[in-house]
């Protein structure tokens, strides 16, 4: 029986994910997931896809009472409210733009240092607007175990370094890909699967220090056809949230039957 294995969150896009033993989901996805992004001096979106360090900084958002606490490889720990806010910023994000306004206080200065280049941090004025393309992505635990050992690293290979949402125990290898289109329950919510992701180069970075560490892409290449012939590299799966609920670290996760997905479809659910 496939069940939910971990849930992992970034609340700031580019640092290191956090991994709560509960959610809830709602249209935006994980609602506190990627609330906030990085940018450089110009608005661009800045990630760990060029400045690895920043997967080292480990981010812990209060929404409730509205703080955000960074804490730095050296112990550093610099912390302030997360609604005080400046000017606003636009930034596309693959293809989509994110609108946000800047977070004031000691965050820029700490990120920039450690980046070695000027860093800001931007609070997105929607959920879900800074996500790279849709709400939700789901992966197995088969699947990257299969990968790590055709890249010689044997079952151990870290998932965390694809920053999936939602990871998936006890099923075949590349199962998931099986489930495009199909409705999937997990606890008290319901996800659609959409379609594969295209990787990046930040899968191939270990992901508590953001050294390169593995040849994901070159190892994917090797076995796995390119998206629609000639897309990107996929490993794992975009779903979107078909019906708001909670799910948790051990929940079941039940793909609906083709048959009756078409009969739900078909009812205009």
Known sequence: MPVLSRISIAPVKGLRMLHPDAVDLDASGIPTDRRFFLVGERGELVDATAHGKLLS????????????????????????PAD?????VATDVYGRVAEGRQLLGPFDMALSQLAGRPIGIVRADRDGTAQDAHALTVVSRASVRDLGVRGGRGEDLDARRFRINLEVDGTDPYEEDTWTRRPVRIGDATI????????????????DTG?????????????????????????????????????????????VSATRAGRMGAGGR
Do not use: N
């Not at 509205?66 to 912390?79: G, N």
């Not at 295209?198 to 270990?206: A, D, F, K, N, S």
């Not at 994917?220 to 590299?233: E, K, S």
């Open 57 to 80: 900084v480990v981010p812990d958002y209060d929404p409730e009472h509205e703080r955000l606490r960074l804490v730095f490889p050296d112990a550093t720990v610099v912390e302030g």
């Open 84 to 88: 005080r806010l400046g000017s606003a």
């Open 192 to 207: 659609r699967v959409l379609g594969q992701i295209p990787r990046c180069v930040v899968t191939t970075l270990e992901p």
């Open 211 to 255: 050294k390169k560490d593995f040849a994901t892409l070159t190892v994917i290449a090797g076995y796995r056809p390119r998206i629609g012939g000639r897309g990107g590299l996929p490993f794992g799966m975009y779903a979107e949230v078909a019906r708001p609920g909670t799910v948790r670290v051990g929940d079941e996760v039940a793909p």
